[in-house]
């Protein structure tokens, strides 16, 4: 009666298993799993999101560095009044203003940080009289101007000027920016595939603790029936008992750990935490290194971090290109030309040109003091360089010893699994022979065990090993 009860509550601990089958549950690849992260995950929109604005932010100060055209219009008359003695003495002073303001004016600009462009024109300039009276050298006859004016700094310290330094620096970030988006695109492949390993273990190791639960409830149906025959003791029966037990609370173990690494998965892979689904054994990922010294010169031509110190080395030479141009001569040059038409027929023009140099001449050490700061700022990457080209070495060697230690110990693992199962088949010949007590063939039943679900961990830690070697050579 007893050994029919033991077989009903094995094939109830067997049952979900069944269950799940007959329902077809979902079975998603490690493929499916890392697409499924990088369309649909929180994390790689946010990533995508922040490129985006560095994108726009660059974009930005490109057209700040880039021309802009301006155009303008309006309209003025000036009405003098007054003595006309006055008038006729201020004549070179009231011509200069009513020049400026008379008629239409059109303008139209272009500019650049550095160049600046300006045509105006005034196609009608009324005659300018004041009432009543007719002033001669202040009124005459309607015309009509244009003009071209330009102005162009030459140097002032920094090749295409601050504004292209400022592009400079921001297309380094932008670089920095993608480099970011990158790094953290394979951040989240690596905890999609670490959370994808932790459930298949997991999932492994429900499977295996399932088979152990049947056999020792097969054990102790054994050890039950020949204890109601006196041909075991008390002791063996409890001691059957207890394994039986202790495998059910395994089982129950087991299923607690898949159902939350089925969980942590989903969220990753953005599906609903409840749904359940299964994953499958992956093809082993080869590491794309022959040797040691190969992996560490891969790993320092692949690592983001190490990529993105040498832009911030090349972001810190432009601060010290315009510290170092901050105490070099401003050169600037102008020059313009006007017609002028008169109406009735006369025309002059008129043209200028100019340069200008400023040079500073006392700073009190500011441009000195830069220029020191942004070189002490370059030594500082250099150090940081050298110090991460030695924790990469490092970390590339413990990697890669690990993943030759874990997989010795797959291979022991599965030798002691075996010999273990064999081990178990000894002794229950032996028991039956009278050559080996119950007592040993429980121990060997629980050793197997221990040994099946010690090999599943050792799959799982190779695997382990080798993703953290790739994710440190930087893939």
């Not at 993105?308 to 141009?325: C, H, I, P, Y």
């Not at 400023?358 to 250099?382: S, T």
């Amino acid at each position: 009666m007893k050994l029919r009860c033991l077989v009903l509550v094995a094939f109830a601990g067997l049952f979900p298993v069944l269950h799940g089958a007959a329902e077809a549950v979902p079975v998603i690849s490690l493929e499916q799993s890392l697409s499924a992260a990088l369309a649909d995950g929180d994390d790689n929109m946010l990533l995508q999101a922040n490129l985006e604005l560095g994108e726009a932010q660059h974009a930005e100060n490109v057209s700040k560095n880039s021309w802009a055209l301006s155009g303008s219009a309006g309209a003025g008359y000036n009405l003098p009044g007054g003595s006309p003695g006055v008038l006729s003495a201020k004549q070179s002073t009231l011509s200069s203003i009513t020049s400026s303001t008379q008629g239409a004016q059109l303008g139209v600009g272009l500019n650049s940080p550095l160049t600046s462009i300006a045509v105006s024109a005034s196609p009608w300039s009324p005659v300018v009289t004041p009432w009543g009276t007719s002033i001669p050298g202040i009124a005459g006859d309607t015309f009509g101007s244009v003009g071209v004016n330009l102005s162009q700094i030459v140097w002032n310290g920094y090749p295409g000027g601050p504004a292209q330094a400022t592009v400079d620096k921001s297309l380094l970030g932008l670089q920095s920016r993608v480099l970011s988006t990158g790094s953290g695109r394979l951040n989240i492949i690596f905890r999609v595939k670490q959370a994808y390993y932790a459930m298949l273990a997991a999932q492994q190791n429900a499977t295996v603790t399932r088979q152990i639960l049947a056999k020792q409830n097969a054990l102790l149906g054994q050890v039950t029936t020949i204890h109601n025959l006196r041909q075991a003791s008390d002791v063996d029966l409890k001691t059957a008992q207890i394994n039986a037990q202790s495998a059910q609370v395994d089982v129950e173990n087991a299923d607690h750990v898949l159902r939350i690494a089925r969980i942590q998965l989903s969220i990753l892979i953005g599906r609903p935490t409840e749904a359940d689904f299964t994953v499958t054994q992956p093809d082993p990922q080869p590491v794309p290194a022959a040797s040691m010294q190969e992996a560490i010169a891969q790993a320092l031509s692949h690592r983001v971090d190490f990529q993105q110190l040498e832009l911030s080395r090349k972001s810190n030479m432009v601060d010290l290109a315009l510290a170092k141009g901050q105490a070099t001569p401003t050169v600037s040059v102008n020059g313009g030309v006007s017609q002028f038409i008169d109406w009735n027929g006369q025309s002059a023009w008129l043209a200028n040109a100019g340069v200008k140099v400023a040079m500073p001449i006392l700073d009190a050490g500011a441009v000195k003091n830069l220029v020191d700061a942004a070189q002490k700022q370059d030594e500082i990457y250099l150090l940081q360089e050298r110090q991460l080209q030695k924790s990469i070495a490092a970390a590339i060697q413990n990697d890669w010893e690990a993943v030759q230690i874990q997989n010795e110990r797959v291979e022991v693992a599965r030798l002691t699994a075996e010999n273990d199962d064999l081990l178990v088949e000894v002794y229950r010949i032996q028991n039956q022979n009278g050559a080996a007590s119950t007592q040993d063939l429980l121990t060997a039943s629980v050793n197997a065990a221990s040994a099946r679900t010690a090999y599943v961990q050792a799959q799982s830690n190779a695997q382990l090993a080798a993703l953290q070697l790739l994710s440190d050579m930087g893939y």
